[in-house]
């Protein structure tokens, strides 16, 4: 069982630093993952260093750890926001629902990192857990929609 009240303990602190969390997010996706980046067009054929600052990824990574929020806030009650996501990422932005879990999985050693002291080994597991079922049901969504991007 999630500890979604870990969980939203530390997202309160993410809240106040949203933008330069979800950059370091989106640009370690981009490094680890540099094919992730021609699902973003903004983003196609720019080095890491050219989008480090630029006022485009920091839209996106608002407008990621926005809806990520919007989701850990629900406290496990998230099909609402969750079917909402999948709409779009399935018919309009065609990302493969594998890019949630690797995104989830960038954004708690993000968060570990710059955050040692609230990110302890118990929160740790809670946020992952809280993602794994979270992109649980977004692949779900993918599933019921017959998604063959």
């Known amino acids: 069982m999630v500890d979604w009240e870990k969980v939203n303990s530390v997202w309160s602190a993410v809240e106040s630093n949203l933008t330069a969390i979800g950059q370091n997010i989106l640009l370690r996706l981009f490094e ?4 992730s980046q021609n699902h973003f067009p903004k983003f196609k054929n720019k080095s890491l260093g050219e989008l480090k600052d630029t006022a485009d990824i920091k839209a996106q990574a608002d407008t990621v750890l926005n809806a990520l929020g919007n989701i850990v806030k629900k406290k496990g009650s ?4 969750v079917k909402a996501l999948a709409a779009t990422h399935i018919t309009t932005h065609k990302i493969p629902p594998h890019y949630f879990t ?3 999985t960038i954004a708690v050693d993000v968060l570990s990192e710059m955050y040692p ?3 302890n080994a118990q929160v740790q597991a809670a946020f992952s857990g809280a993602f794994k079922i979270i992109c649980s049901d977004i ?3 993918y599933k019921a929609a017959n998604f063959q991007g």
């Open 117 to 119: 002291s609230e990110m």
């Open 102 to 104: 690797k995104i989830t």
């Open 78 to 81: 998230h099909s609402e926001p």
């Open 32 to 35: 680890q993952y540099p094919e």
């Open 139 to 141: 692949e779900k969504e």
